[in-house]
């Protein structure tokens, strides 16, 4: 008999379980079905800080969440809608979580008393009554995998490994995703190895048979397309995205991608993607460590290529003084920190934006930077490219603000067409009588980009303070005083896009500002509280320094004005230093974003303060 099929609007799905069951890759294929269908969606992966954790405990759990809906989605949802735990381990560690009535689906095999004794049960959640509220199914996803696979050649610990894929088969059959795409995807990546593509293709399939014939699921779901501006998409993390960005950015300026780099949770697939894009020009270098990582990328720039380097909050402290020569040579370097939590090692796999400060003023001596922040996952293409526009026309080192969050989730992005994107072409200094390599740019302040090898130009480059003009060391009071002053001029005079206020009737008194990943969830806040007729404003800052030049009206023009932050107030902390505006902090350093339901209760507190 043919099941009914029940249409959704939206669904927010969790997979979780141990880090070898493979929750990231079922999570991931998921959400590249999703996205061919066309629905909108955002994903929040969760990784465990302990790199191989005692199986089937706690802090060994990683997860993935997937949000898709037929419109437009701004978060990856604040309660699932389904979980899938693959043990009691990755139930206990997430059914505090999990909306009332929800839809759960274990692997019962793994409720064993020695597993459940590892996470601190005393009876069976199964059994004892305490899943009452929830749609629980006890699926054998263990057992009916390993019988699946019984005629193969396998160990049963072999065929076990295959229990991921049985269990994405049976919610591509539940959400009616698909199948095509993930076979392909097990052919192009276990080709090689027979048992291994047999046996995962066949528990794919499995999975998908049982929600079909079990009495067990006795409906399945259907969400449609989100009507989206025409155009071709794709699905892409914010790490990927950054490395198109700067492929892109290469291309438009005619120079060479060099990227110095040390391996760091969570940018190191930055470093990765663009090591497969040789073709493109692109040179990357894994150094020993940050200090080298971050000196080959400014050895680049002098050389007359885009130099970067990709880090986290640690590898910043490492590469400080580096960026200091970057002041002082006035070259142009891109610092992309993917922020995690701190302080020292702190949670090298969970978000934060704990870098802001750092990133403005981590340096000794007067050393300002241009400091810019994507605002979501796709937003990192934009930011890249925005970012080399920066560095090459004001010759000056720029902090990208990216975060764990915004690295690892995706989104669906409309891919530019090549004559859309800037024109960042570059010129060098010629050959010329009384070369001056400090005469600036009467506009942009920019010295000039002189290229060693290039006949009368030859100039001194060093960490010592340069003479105005010729680049001579100096040590005369007022020639440091002129220096440090005129580099603090040219990053304050970066030209920068008018921070963009929505607020449809302006007649809000309170604003909702952020800055970085927290523009998904206060989105997400504001179309919650404009339905409950609340009169709220929102803006998001993507350029911190230098601020907008009409921040300071657009914070005069609201009594009341909102903060969130995944720190203590840090960027607060700024906007009250430059703009006597008693601004109200909303933070939370939990390794996780803000969902919609915080920032909703933290807003309507303030609005009835």
Not at 589 to 594: S, T, Y
């Amino acid at each position: 008999m043919t099941k009914p099929v029940v249409s959704l609007d939206q669904v927010t799905i969790r997979f979780a379980g141990d880090s070898g069951d493979g929750m990231q890759l079922t999570g991931d294929r998921f959400t590249m079905d999703t996205a061919s269908l066309g629905n909108d969606l955002s994903t929040l992966p969760n990784y465990p800080a302990e790199i191989r954790a005692p199986q089937g405990t706690i802090p060994g759990i990683s997860s993935f969440q997937l949000h898709f809906a037929d419109h437009h989605v701004q978060t990856p949802g604040d309660e699932p809608d389904v979980l899938v735990a693959m043990n009691p381990a990755a139930l206990k560690a997430n059914i505090k979580e999990i909306r009332r009535g929800a839809t759960i689906i274990v692997d019962k095999d793994e409720f064993t008393t020695r597993n459940l004794t590892k996470v601190g049960y005393e009876t069976n959640p199964l059994e004892d009554g305490s899943l009452d509220s929830y749609k629980v199914h006890a699926v054998g996803l263990t057992s009916l995998t390993v019988a699946a696979l019984s005629e193969l050649s396998l160990t049963r610990k072999e065929a076990e490994r295959s229990k991921n894929m049985f269990a994405l088969g049976l919610l591509t059959w539940m959400y009616h995703r698909p199948t095509e795409s993930t076979e392909n995807f097990l052919k192009a990546k276990f080709g090689k190895k027979p048992e291994i593509l047999a046996a995962n293709l066949l528990a794919y399939k499995t999975g998908w048979n049982y929600g079909e014939t079990t009495e067990d699921f006795a409906v399945s779901y259907e969400i449609a397309k989100a009507h989206m501006p025409a155009g071709k998409y794709r699905n892409i993390s914010g790490n990927t995205a950054m490395a198109y960005g700067l492929i892109a950015a290469s291309q438009r300026s005619g120079l060479k991608l060099f990227l110095g780099s040390y391996p760091i949770t969570p940018a190191s697939d930055i470093l990765h993607e663009l090591s497969k894009h040789k073709k493109f020009g692109v040179i990357t270098f894994q150094a020993e460590d940050e200090i080298a990582a971050i000196g080959s990328a400014l050895g680049a720039s002098y050389g007359g290529a885009l130099g970067i380097t990709t880090t986290s909050g640690p590898g910043v402290a490492l590469k400080s003084e580096m960026i200091g020569l970057g002041v002082m040579l006035e070259l142009p370097l891109i610092i992309i920190d993917v922020q995690r939590g701190g302080p020292s090692t702190g949670l090298p796999t969970k978000t934060e934006q704990s870098d802001l400060l750092q990133a403005m003023y981590g340096r000794n001596g007067e050393s300002p930077v241009a400091v810019i922040a994507p605002s979501h996952a796709s937003d990192c293409f934009a930011i890249a490219l925005e970012a080399a526009r920066i560095a090459t026309t004001y010759r000056v080192p720029v902090f990208i603000l990216s975060d764990g969050y915004i690295a690892n989730g995706s989104e669906p992005w409309m891919i530019p067409s090549v004559d859309s994107l800037p024109d960042l072409h570059v010129e060098f200094a010629q050959t010329q009588e009384d070369f001056m390599p400090y005469l600036r740019d009467p506009k942009t302040l920019a010295r000039p980009w002189a290229i060693p090898g290039t006949k009368g130009i030859e100039h001194r480059i060093g960490g010592l303070e340069k003479a105005d003009k010729t680049g001579a060391i100096s040590y005369e009071p007022a020639n440091h005083d002129l220096m440090v002053r005129a580099r603090a001029a040219k990053v304050a005079g970066i030209e920068v896009p008018d921070l963009l206020v929505d607020d449809p009737d302006g007649d809000a008194t309170v604003l909702i500002l952020g800055w970085g990943s927290t523009y998904g969830p206060i989105a997400s806040a504001i179309e919650s509280l404009r339905a409950n007729g609340e009169k709220v404003a929102q803006a998001h800052l993507r350029y911190i320094n230098p601020f907008p030049k009409n921040l300071g009206a657009v914070l005069e023009k609201y009594s009341k004005v909102l903060v969130p932050e995944m720190n203590l107030g840090q960027l607060a902390m700024l906007l009250r230093s430059q703009f006597l505006k008693d601004v109200i902090p909303c933070n939370q350093v939990r390794g996780l974003p803000f969902t919609t339901q915080e920032l909703v209760d933290s807003t309507m507190a303030v609005i009835h303060a």
